[in-house]
């Protein structure tokens, strides 16, 4: 009987390799080539967002626009874990919420399109946008002072923070047009009581916003818990520090390059 199970469960196996090998295939055939590479850098992306255990199961969105589509962006298939997703599993979104391409069949999340669909429409500078709901994240977000100047990770973000309160689980379209506004042109935005956000001009530029506001909001929640006062950064430092992202020009490359070194060795079927 053992033998019999494992016999039916490499079959299977093999089955679902088959397909996804012709779902692939498929996919490369119909896109362009600057999508298929887009596609590419967002599964890329969603295996260093499981890699740094930033995921909520099956929830939560990285969404990027396609290249030669400025209207359309790229999301991940509702039910799939990020470790999972490939090139080829990508949807593809028009800024309104329509289905334009969906290889599993699986279709997309609903908070993915009110949240990401509303960034990608109003900011045309924005290719990628993430979103997360991680405990220090989360943690920050509920907490009334908001992100504290008390890092030097924290005092790198100096002028790109915003701040968007709760309105329920985000499936309203008409939130749409408050969350943008409270973005305005910033790169990373505390959804109060809720998560993080934070968007670039590229894969990269967003990775590294959500670093390190991820790693800013690790360290407050490490500091607060100890229970004594906390030191401040003075505004002069956090203002220079602050100049670093700007300073950058979006250029994230060398992270990225690291990053992408690293995702293919720990699985490089994300390029499938």
């Known amino acids: 009987m053992a033998s019999e199970a494992k016999q039916l469960s490499n079959q299977i196996i093999s ?18 080539e600057a999508e298929w590479q887009a596609r590419v850098e967002l599964a890329a992306l969603y295996r260093m967002v499981a890699y740094f255990r930033w995921t909520d199961m099956i929830y939560n969105h990285i969404s990027l626009r396609v290249p030669d589509g400025e209207e359309t962006y790229l999301l991940n298939p509702f039910g799939l874990f990020y470790d999972e997703i490939t090139a080829s599993s990508l949807v593809k979104v028009s800024v309104d919420g329509t289905v334009l391409d969906d290889p599993t069949g699986l279709g997309i999340n609903r908070a993915g399109f009110v949240i990401h669909g509303a960034v990608h429409a109003a900011r045309r500078d924005v290719t990628c946008v993430m979103h997360t709901h991680t405990r220090a994240g989360c943690a920050v977000a509920a907490q009334e002072h908001g992100l504290l100047p008390i890092s030097q990770y924290a005092a790198t973000l100096t002028g790109h923070v915003a701040y968007h309160d709760f309105e329920g689980v985000a499936v309203n379209e008409e939130e749409r047009e408050r969350l943008v506004a409270d973005l305005g042109d910033r790169n990373v935005l505390i959804l109060r ?11 990269g530029e967003t990775l590294v916003y959500m670093y390190a506001v991820e790693r800013a909001c690790d360290i407050q929640v490490a500091a607060l818990s100890g229970g004594g006062e906390v030191r401040h950064i003075t505004p002069e430092a956090a203002a220079m520090s602050g100049e670093i992202h700007r300073s950058m020009g979006g250029d994230f490359s060398r992270d990225w390059e690291a990053m992408l070194r690293l995702v293919d060795r720990i699985g490089p079927d994300f390029r499938n």
């Open 193 to 203: 009581n809720h998560g993080l956000l934070t968007c670039g001009r590229n894969p």
């Open 15 to 32: 089955i679902a390799s088959s397909e996804k090998a012709r779902i692939a295939g498929d996919v490369r055939a119909r896109v362009s």
